[in-house]
């Protein structure tokens, strides 16, 4: 079901090199420039015709051949890259998946030379789990690779509504340090299920209903029982409603209810045991879906509505004020109609 062509042809060439160079130079003056954890633990690889290797991301191996980088709990900025997500990739006999590129052109470049610091094989998959900046916007670094991008059938139209001011964004975020970064848009289209095959090693891809996003991926690895929840899943972070707070809970119900060994938050920790991690989310979505409800039939507005909501949340989640009051304006805009 291959719907749509990439459409990003030019410049990666010389922006890789651009940036390669840079991170040469960056490693070169370690001592005096400040740079991210990301950064400061990564290692140069070797130099090929003078030009520096870029550096790897760090990921930890949560089960065989499953590799996760964990992203920091703060917002994108210059410092961290955009690094902020839970990204990483699947090794099999004959294939690898990267499951989401990362936050910017940067770290896209570090996921790919922590899989080539690992293996030869052909990075076939590059699965982009929702339309998130923080998640897919290191996608234009596997360009060379030519891997199929694989997304849900809504990211495209995700991707046309957003995906510039989301560019725009993370540019004034990061001024030089998005350099590279820009909109890949998928060339192969989930709209309910696809496997794919790593050698010996099936992934089973579902695209879900309205729920953190409208256009969200998971990913079952048959081989480990690994469920790759994306930002279905937040642990530690405060969950992000984005798509429908009533359909997450729906979904919330069918995932749980998948025999997992283990699962990988969007944010959070690498791995998690599954369906427990579930339920600080599934406790937030509730009490925001009761509260909201009540404040609606209390007469209480849209604008004041955050403070009477899910307060007994406050001290569970980090960003908790950042992103709760959102988090209500969205679900009131839902509930309202009902
Ligand atoms: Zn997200």
Same mark, same amino acid.
């Given at each position: 079901?291959?719907?749509?062509?990439?459409?990003?042809?030019?410049?990666?060439?010389?922006?890789?090199?651009?940036?390669?160079?840079?991170?040469?130079?960056?490693?070169?003056?370690?001592?005096?420039?400040?740079?991210?954890?990301?950064?400061?633990?990564?290692?140069?690889?070797?130099?090929?015709?003078?030009?520096?290797?870029?550096?790897?991301?760090?990921?930890?191996?949560?089960?065989?051949?499953?590799?996760?980088?964990?992203?920091?709990?703060?917002?994108?900025?210059?410092?961290?890259?955009?690094?902020?997500?839970?990204?990483?990739?699947? &090794?099999?006999?004959?294939?690898?998946?990267?499951?989401?590129?990362?936050?910017?052109?940067?770290?896209?470049?570090?996921?790919?030379?922590?899989?080539?610091?690992?293996?030869?094989? /052909?990075?076939?998959?590059?699965?982009?789990?929702?339309?998130?900046?923080?998640?897919?916007?290191?996608?234009?670094?596997?360009?060379?690779?030519?891997?199929?991008?694989?997304?849900?059938?809504?990211?495209?139209?995700?991707?046309?509504?957003?995906?510039?001011?989301?560019?725009?964004?993370?540019?004034?975020?990061?001024?030089?340090?998005?350099?590279?970064?820009? &909109?890949?848009?998928?060339?192969?289209?989930?709209?309910?299920?696809?496997?794919?095959?790593?050698?010996?090693?099936?992934?089973?891809?579902?695209?879900?209903?309205?729920?953190?996003?409208?256009?969200?991926?998971?990913?079952?690895?048959?081989?480990?029982?690994?469920?790759?929840?994306?930002?279905?899943?937040?642990?530690?972070? &405060?969950?992000? &409603?984005?798509?429908?707070?009533?359909?997450?809970?729906?979904?919330?119900?069918?995932?749980?209810?998948?025999?997992?060994?283990?699962?990988?938050?969007?944010?959070? /920790?690498?791995?998690?045991?599954?369906?427990?991690?579930?339920?600080?989310?599934?406790?937030?979505?509730?009490?925001?879906?009761?509260?909201?409800?009540?404040?609606?039939?209390?007469?209480?507005?849209?604008?004041?509505?955050?403070?009477?909501?899910?307060?007994?949340?406050?001290?569970?989640?980090?960003?908790?004020?950042?992103?709760?009051?959102?988090?209500?304006?969205?679900?009131?805009?839902?509930?309202?109609?009902?």
């Amino acid at each position: 079901m291959r719907l749509l062509s990439c459409c990003y042809l030019g410049a990666p060439i010389e922006r890789q090199t651009g940036a390669l160079t840079r991170a040469g130079l960056l490693l070169f003056f370690a001592g005096i420039i400040r740079r991210s954890a990301v950064l400061a633990a990564a290692v140069v690889l070797g130099t090929t015709a003078g030009r520096a290797e870029t550096a790897a991301l760090p990921v930890t191996e949560i089960a065989s051949g499953i590799f996760v980088h964990n992203g920091v709990h703060e917002e994108a900025s210059a410092a961290n890259e955009d690094a902020i997500a839970n990204i990483g990739f699947i &090794i099999g006999d004959e294939a690898v998946a990267v499951i989401d590129p990362g936050g910017s052109f940067a770290e896209g470049g570090a996921l790919r030379a922590a899989i080539r610091a690992r293996t030869d094989q /052909p990075i076939r998959y590059v699965i982009l789990t929702h339309v998130h900046p923080d998640h897919i916007f290191g996608a234009a670094a596997f360009r060379d690779d030519h891997p199929d991008f694989v997304g849900h059938a809504k990211l495209p139209g995700a991707l046309a509504q957003r995906g510039d001011y989301y560019v725009r964004r993370l540019h004034s975020a990061l001024g030089d340090e998005a350099s590279g970064t820009e &909109i890949v848009v998928p060339t192969v289209l989930v709209s309910d299920r696809l496997d794919l095959d790593l050698g010996h090693r099936r992934l089973t891809l579902r695209a879900h209903g309205p729920a953190h996003t409208d256009n969200d991926l998971t990913i079952f690895d048959q081989k480990t029982r690994t469920l790759w929840l994306a930002d279905l899943l937040f642990v530690d972070r &405060i969950p992000v &409603i984005d798509g429908s707070l009533v359909g997450w809970l729906k979904q919330l119900d069918e995932l749980t209810a998948i025999p997992a060994d283990r699962a990988v938050p969007g944010h959070g /920790p690498v791995s998690v045991p599954w369906p427990a991690a579930a339920e600080p989310e599934r406790r937030y979505l509730e009490a925001v879906a009761h509260d909201t409800r009540a404040a609606i039939r209390s007469g209480i507005g849209l604008a004041t509505a955050y403070r009477q909501v899910a307060n007994s949340e406050r001290g569970n989640w980090l960003l908790f004020d950042d992103y709760h009051p959102r988090n209500v304006t969205a679900s009131y805009k839902e509930l309202e109609w009902e």
